[in-house]
C-alpha cells in the first residue's frame, strides 16, 4: 500500500457521450463540462481553418 498517492500520474479526465452520471460528484461533472467546452473549441477552430482551406482552393477554381 502507498502512503502518498500525489506521487502516482493523474487519470485524465475522460468523457463518454451517452455515458451513465449519477454518480460524479458536482465538481467531476464541471470538470467534463470544461473538457467538453475545451474540445468544442478546438474542433469549431479545425472547422473553421479547414472552410477557409476550400474557400480558398475554391477561389482558385473560379
Do not use: N, W
Not at 23 to 37: N, Y
Request: net charge negative; no cysteine; hydrophobic share 35%.
Amino acid at each position: 500500500m502507498r502512503l502518498f498517492d500525489d506521487d502516482q500520474p493523474k487519470k485524465k479526465t475522460a468523457h463518454e457521450i451517452g455515458s451513465d452520471l449519477s454518480l460524479l460528484s458536482v465538481d467531476e461533472l464541471d470538470a467534463r463540462i470544461a473538457l467538453l467546452r475545451e474540445e468544442t473549441t478546438r474542433l469549431e477552430a479545425e472547422r473553421a481553418r479547414k472552410s477557409a482551406s476550400r474557400s480558398a482552393a475554391e477561389g482558385l477554381f473560379r
